[in-house]
């Protein structure tokens, strides 16, 4: 392998216009398998969902999965693509021990669904991402490389479990984008972050990037400043985070400046992302183009969609994210950069959800965009991800509205939900968590502080009102934190005659 | 069209996957040439605004209900595998990723 | 006259009254396997105990009282191309040498279903590719009437099974003659369906816009009744067709031509054509007319380029089909000695695995399908294909049928071809076009060319589900002949 020599990412930008490329692979959720009955668990042990049709007996043959079809429909929709009237399956051959057939059944100038956009946002811009294609295909088989270290370089051999094969696989296509300058590893990652919600909302998909269920592969080119002529493009693969993804075509970005400002030419090639060093390394270089020699799968007939059905599929899809969170900014009357800070951390369902179980909106936010991303960062997971739910956080904020606990104590009943103690109401029982309202016993503490600080407490008699702070931080202190400091203070004030 | 080349037919059976002999590679290129002649006739007819046809009849939108049917046990899936290993079919090492 | 001499619908007839026992008829049949297979070679496989098991359990239904079918208890010899759970499925091929696969053909389930005694599975040209049997790696199979020849393909183990009286009824595909050819040969009736009429589930693929099962037998009611017990819809095949199958038994019992257009297809005539094969032709057109059939001739000019077309896209389409033979799940593997990887012991096995007929197709496919041949060649072909449609549409304006020479010669001398692809794919001439355009067809026996003294068959093309007009022209002949002949085609076969 040769030494590359990188280039910093800001200098690359400076010189060269990178031009990006997704193409997403999603599996769909079907019950069974593209062409035949198997299932479609991930997980199940080798070679359990297998039949005559997914393993390529000969002899089989497949029948289109009538869900896949409107699922992809469906997803075409979403992305306002156009539907094709009339297309075909095709086969695209070439051989590997992990495609049972040794050619994929796929779309090659056909697609399902053709010439639509999505839109996303980054830095609080919104950026229109076109969509060349939508198209549906069947996956591959799982090898398992022996000897070598498990990888395919240097292995023995390899095992092969169909259990994958024949599952539907719906790609998307975007046309090459462009003009996005610096922001480029940002805008890839927030395609594939709205691609991701855009499948979740359809319900098509579980999308789980690190199963597999979903997988980006990263084109990527630099063009020189003021020239007009792209260059040529590397395509990346086995990019299985949304994070990788971003960091992914940072590297791309700086490693192909590297190659071209000393000269190099770049090898239109398949490459590697490897989640480690957060690098590429070359896969397989194609000496000689591959010739897929595509042509119409004869054993399905063309697929023309009832126009109603597809006006029926429109009708009834689910509200889209990007819709979504364009009512719900006005709901809850946000700024466009107090918006797109929840998006990012994915607050937004989160924050929609605890609004539903009765909170405040801007309660609701408060606590997750707050104290809880907060925790969530501390402890490296995600938002979606903490031990509470919308429900417990709304409970909590009704808590706080109702005068029953403060900042403070909410925050130690959060704590306590995340430590598994139960729900808000259990926790506070359990920790004794609760604002001393009670005024009688506050009048006693209130007393009992004065007479323990008599010099603060003639100051205040003076006229120094500033002073009462250390008389109530001391009422806070005897009462563990839980009298409601504002009354605490008037009270002070009141009895030492200052108010 | 001219008849195929020997380069050709190692070209075609690189990619068809077929180990051929020197001495095969003549033969078919002599045998293929003659086919591909005779075949290259389909270019005196059908003319641009004719449409193909890739089935026999045209027929559209049959597809299959997304049920689940009984898959085979791994035994009888692997019964004719040549190498089978754990479940699994064992194959050579593989040269190149796709 | 013996058991083997008699009809299927005989044979049902006489299992069903009781007169004689399922287990009898398959018994006499494996008895006339193992007394002529040998020098006809029509078996890969003969599945005695599994036959004589079947059969016993019709005895026992019988005995029990259950209505069976038309055909229960009837032998069958089975082309080695449909999958079998209990028997090896090959394809005539070393790469799928002692393949048993874990399902069967709906074909063959429906046998099954139906009561049909699988005796085995016979010969064919390997995957189906060629008109001889001389392609399959386990050696041909022979014409009943001259051993020295063949008896047409790739269907030919089936056809010679039949014509040597080893079975009553035999399975075939065609899917560029290679039912009708060698039925013509032999001096059977050999039907290949409309396309989708019957199930390819489990018919290891040649060409798949092509492929499609059908029956051999030596009269027309046998072939009918073994179409309806076959055919019809399956979900398993996309390409299926969902209606119900024609009026195929009816049309064969009603024979009749009576006001009947039919079209002489212009083309199909001339050089290239034995004389004794068109004398018989030109017989059977004036023994139409004499019945009351309106005998005109038609045109149909794209029926010329149907053979280039036909050996474009057949091949492009197995090049693909055959890509899964390829050492890893299955079959054949060759050459796996722990340092080689997939990609050679793949190239390795289907070098040893397959014949050169076999060969000379995937490379023709390949080079047909690859970038910068494809328009030129499959995409012209699949225009050709549009044009034979339309010429086949504008016929059945004018006329309910079309009639041609099954294949311009009589059964050539094994080895005379051999090694001349051209020339054998000559024999598929008349053929194709039904195949291309999805039609019914059928050859019927119309007597044996002076010069040889070999059966000469008539072709019968319908249009798209219209099978039972090719029955019932077929069975109109058949009576025609049976009284100028005083007996079927088949009684003048030499013994041997």
């Keep these: 392998m040769t030494v590359e020599t990188l280039t910093s990412y800001d200098q690359a930008l400076t010189r060269y216009e990178p031009v990006l490329g997704m193409e997403t692979h999603v599996e769909l959720g079907t019950a069974s398998k593209m062409f035949c009955g198997c299932p479609t668990t991930f997980g199940a042990p080798p070679n359990t969902q297998v039949c005559p049709v997914c393993l390529g007996l000969p002899g089989s043959l497949p029948v289109a999965n009538a869900m896949a079809i409107e699922s992809t429909i469906r997803i075409g929709l979403a992305l306002n693509c156009s539907i094709a009237s009339w297309c075909r399956f095709a086969r695209k051959n070439y051989f590997y021990p992990d495609m049972p057939k040794n050619y994929q059944i796929s779309q090659y100038d056909e697609p399902l669904c053709s010439d639509g956009y999505l839109d996303v946002e980054v830095g609080g811009e919104t950026i229109r991402i076109e969509i060349e294609r939508v198209h549906l295909e069947e996956d591959t088989g799982k090898s398992t490389h022996m000897g070598g270290a498990g990888r395919i370089q240097g292995a023995d051999y390899s095992l092969v479990d169909y259990n994958r094969a024949g599952i539907p696989l719906v790609e998307i296509v975007t046309k090459p984008i462009t003009g996005t300058g610096a922001l480029v590893p940002e805008v890839a990652r927030a395609y594939a972050t709205e691609l991701r919600e855009v499948m979740r909302s359809l319900g098509v998909s579980d999308v789980r990037m690190e199963e597999g269920s979903m997988r980006c592969d990263v084109n990527l080119s630099l063009m020189p400043r003021g020239s007009s002529t792209w260059g040529t493009r590397t395509e990346t693969k086995n990019v299985n985070s949304l994070r990788s993804v971003e960091r992914a075509v940072r590297s791309e970005v700086e490693r192909q400046a590297g190659v071209l400002d000393a000269g190099g030419r770049i090898v239109q090639e398949t490459r590697h992302f490897h989640e480690e060093t957060g690098t590429t390394t070359p896969g397989r270089s194609k000496e000689e183009a591959q010739d897929y020699r595509y042509f119409p799968e004869p054993d399905l007939l063309p697929i023309a969609p009832d126009p109603a059905w597809i006006e029926e599929l429109r009708a009834t899809l689910p509200e889209l994210p990007s819709t979504r969170r364009r009512r719900l900014q006005a709901e809850w009357s946000l700024s466009d950069l107090d918006m797109a800070a929840m998006h990012n951390i994915g607050a937004i369902p989160l924050v929609e959800q605890t609004v539903a179980a009765g909170a405040p909106a801007a309660d609701a936010r408060k606590w997750w965009m707050g104290e809880l991303a907060r925790r969530a960062n501390e402890s490296g997971v995600a938002l979606s991800d903490l031990a509470i739910t919308p429900g417990q956080v709304a409970r909590v904020g009704a808590l706080v509205a109702e005068g029953a606990l403060n900042d403070k104590l909410a925050r130690q009943v959060i704590e306590g939900v995340l430590a598994g103690e139960g729900d808000p109401d259990a926790v506070v029982a359990a920790r004794g968590l609760k604002i001393v309202s009670d005024e009688g016993a506050l009048s006693a503490i209130v007393d009992q502080v004065i007479a323990e600080n008599a010099d603060a407490a003639e100051k205040v008699r003076n006229g120094k009102v500033a002073a009462a702070g250390a008389l109530v931080g001391a009422v806070m202190k005897a009462s563990r934190g839980q009298a409601d400091a504002g009354r605490a203070r008037a009270l002070i004030l009141e009895k030492l005659g200052a108010s | ?98 | 006259m013996t058991l083997i001499h008699k009809s299927a619908a005989e044979l049902a007839a006489l299992i069903a009254s009781g007169e004689v026992s399922a287990v009898e008829v398959s018994r006499a049949h494996l008895d006339r396997i193992a007394e002529v297979d040998e020098q006809v070679g029509a078996f890969l496989h003969v599945a005695e105990d599994a036959a004589l098991a079947q059969a016993r359990a019709v005895d026992a239904r019988r005995a029990a009282g259950e209505e069976l079918g038309p055909l229960a208890g009837v032998p069958i010899a089975h082309k080695d191309v449909f999958a079998t759970t209990d028997m090896p499925t090959t394809c005539g091929s070393k790469i799928l040498e002692g393949w048993r696969p874990p399902y069967d053909a709906t074909v063959t389930r429906r046998l099954r279903e139906a009561g049909l005694v699988i005796l085995g599975k016979t010969n064919m040209d390997e995957f189906a590719m060629g008109s001889s049997t001389e392609n399959s790696a386990f050696g041909p199979s022979r014409n009943p009437w001259d051993l020295s020849r063949v008896p047409g393909g790739s269907s030919g183990g089936s056809s010679a099974a039949v014509a040597a009286f080893e079975a009553p009824l035999s399975t075939g595909t065609d899917t560029g003659g290679s039912i009708r050819q060698p039925a013509a040969v032999t001096g059977l009736v050999g039907m290949k369906p409309t396309y989708g009429g019957s199930s390819r589930y489990g018919v290891v693929a040649f060409a798949s816009s092509l492929d499609t099962p059908g029956p051999f037998a030596r009269n027309v009611l046998d072939a009918a009744l073994l179409h309806a017990v076959f055919s019809g819809h399956d979900p398993r095949d996309s390409t299926s067709i969902d209606a119900p199958v024609p009026p195929v038994v009816e049309a064969a019992r009603q024979a009749s031509v009576e006001g009947l257009r039919v079209g002489v297809v212009n083309e199909f005539s001339g050089e290239g054509y034995q004389p004794g094969v068109l004398a018989r032709f030109h017989e059977a057109c004036a023994l139409l007319e004499e019945f009351g059939a309106k005998v005109v001739e038609v045109s149909c000019p794209s029926f010329r380029y149907a053979m280039p077309a036909y050996y474009l896209i057949a091949p492009s389409e197995c090049s693909s089909n055959l890509a899964r033979f390829d050492a890893m799940r299955f079959g054949l593997r060759v050459g796996d000695d722990g340092t080689r990887s997939a990609e050679e012991v793949m190239a390795l096995t289907r070098a040893a695995g397959f014949g050169p007929e076999v060969k000379r197709r995937i490379m023709i496919g390949t080079y047909a399908l690859s970038s910068g041949y494809y328009d030129a060649y499959y995409g012209q072909a699949q225009k050709v294909r549009t044009l034979i449609t339309r010429d086949f549409t504008a016929a059945f304006e004018q006329v309910d049928v079309l009639i041609s020479p099954t294949t311009p010669t009589t059964a050539f001398p094994i080895g005379e071809r051999a090694d001349d692809p051209m020339a054998m794919y000559l024999a598929d001439l008349c053929t194709i076009p039904a195949n291309l355009a999805g039609n019914a067809a059928i050859s019927v026996p119309c007597g044996l060319a002076d010069e040889d003294g070999m059966p000469v068959g008539l072709q019968i093309m319908a249009p798209v589900l219209g099978d039972d007009r090719c029955y019932r022209v077929g069975a109109a002949l058949e009576a025609a002949y049976r009284d100028r002949w005083g007996g079927s085609l088949l009684e003048k076969a030499p013994a041997f």
């Design chain 2, 1 to 98: 069209m001219s008849a195929i080349t020997r380069d050709e037919v190692a070209h075609l059976a690189r990619l068809s996957r077929l180990a051929l002999t020197e001495d095969e590679l003549d033969h078919f290129a002599a045998q293929l040439g003659v086919i591909l002649e005779s075949v290259a006739r389909v270019s005196e007819v059908a003319a641009d605004d004719i449409p193909p046809s890739s089935h026999a009849l045209p027929l559209t939108n049959v597809f299959r209900p997304d049920e689940r049917q009984p898959s085979l046990t791994p035994d009888q899936a692997l019964a004719g595998a040549p190498a089978p290993e754990e479940n699994r079919f064992r194959v050579p090492r593989i040269l190149e990723e796709e």
